[in-house]
């Protein structure tokens, strides 16, 4: 497609519950991140994924979070047991090479835990 | 640990009242500089890549430049279009990008 996409736009989960968020990058981007902003916070890395690589997880605030990267494409972010201090936008980026110019953005996935 | 902070958290101008917004960076080796806008309820929006001090970018009414401490994104006669959030990231060798937290810029008719 012509930008990224993220599904779905807004997810409402009960806590305690997992969800599933999904990227879909720019055809031919070898990177993707994933990023998380809180109401009147900024951006914070979650996961980065480039080419075959292994990704880089540093970013990932407890063992409930994890990611995977199917066939260089598609990415999921999964998080188990969800708590309401999970509550945020999560945001995914892709770029043609690593690290190099800016990324672009999908319009994110609004997640509330109630 | 790389660091990024962005003053003022919050500007009002009138149109056409040109400004400033700066970004103030910590990097153990700047591997490039960013800014990105982003208006409510979608992703960041790329602008402009720095890479070295004394560079300058210029898209439209904004203009980027660049020092060994600061970034300034100065906004010449802005419209009400140009109202979003504005955010400054960096790079450096071996690390991810870092976020600051963002200038939110109100451009009133």
């Known amino acids: 497609g012509a930008g990224v996409s993220q599904s779905p736009s807004n997810k409402v989960t009960e806590k305690g519950k997992d969800v599933e968020l999904r990227c879909d990058p720019i055809?031919?981007?070898?990177?993707l991140y994933w990023y998380r902003q809180s109401l009147g916070q900024g951006l914070e890395f979650l996961i980065y994924?480039?080419?075959?690589?292994?990704?880089?997880k540093s970013g990932l605030p407890s063992d409930r979070f994890s990611a995977e990267r199917t066939g260089g494409s598609v990415s999921t972010l999964t998080i188990q047991r969800t708590q309401q201090e999970d509550s945020a936008v999560y945001l995914c980026a892709s770029s043609p090479v690593e690290g190099g110019g800016g990324y672009t953005f999908g319009s994110g996935t609004r997640l509330t835990v109630v | 640990e790389d660091q990024v902070t962005q003053s003022p958290e919050a500007l009002r101008l009138q149109e056409g009242e040109s400004s400033s917004l700066n970004c103030s960076y910590t990097?153990?080796?700047?591997?490039?500089l960013f800014w990105y806008r982003q208006d409510p309820g979608k992703g960041p929006e790329f602008l402009f890549t720095l890479y070295s001090a004394g560079e300058e970018k210029e898209k439209e009414r904004l203009k980027a430049t660049l020092t060994k401490k600061e970034s300034f994104l100065h906004i010449t006669a802005p419209k009400p279009e140009d109202s979003a959030t504005y955010l400054c990231?960096?790079?450096?060798?071996?690390?991810?990008?870092?976020f600051g937290p963002g200038t939110r810029l109100s451009v009133l008719p």
């Open positions: 055809s031919g981007h070898t990177a």
């Open positions: 994924f480039q080419g075959n690589s292994a990704p880089d």
């Open positions: 990097v153990s080796g700047l591997r490039g």
């Open positions: 990231a960096v790079r450096s060798y071996g690390q991810n990008f870092v």
